[in-house]
């Protein structure tokens, strides 16, 4: 299920980008699972279809799904790599910081202080 935030400064293509980006890498959606159509999620979740399609195009660009044309799209196969899944981690902890209004500066000093916690 995707959530769109209205009250925060994230763009509502990146909302649904990352949220589908975790949904892949925690398995809830399995590799060859077809995606709603763009015009169905938009309207589902009451954004222009734009916004849908830049989302899908930038999870395709990424690796993690792929676009079958008439077919529809649907999640990548499954064994992601361990830089996609980085690249993922790292965009929704960007996205946590800034929906908490978290300054650079800090949001770096707490992945600093996390990323040598966890040796």
Do not use: C, H
Request: no cysteine; glycine share 6%; net charge neutral.
């Amino acid at each position: 299920m995707i959530v769109i935030d209205t009250a925060t400064s994230t763009a509502p293509f990146e909302q649904i980008k990352t949220q589908l980006q975790q949904q892949i890498l925690s398995g809830e959606l399995a590799g060859g699972t077809r995606l709603p159509t763009i015009r169905r999620l938009a309207t589902d979740l009451g954004v222009a279809a734009n916004t849908v399609a830049r989302a899908y195009k930038e999870l395709e660009t990424d690796g993690f799904v792929a676009a079958r044309g008439r077919a529809g799209t649907v999640i990548a196969p499954t064994g992601e790599t361990s830089q996609r899944r980085a690249q993922a981690a790292a965009e929704a902890f960007a996205l946590s910081m800034k929906q908490l209004d978290i300054k650079w500066d800090e949001a770096v000093a707490l992945a600093q202080a996390a990323y040598f916690r966890a040796e």
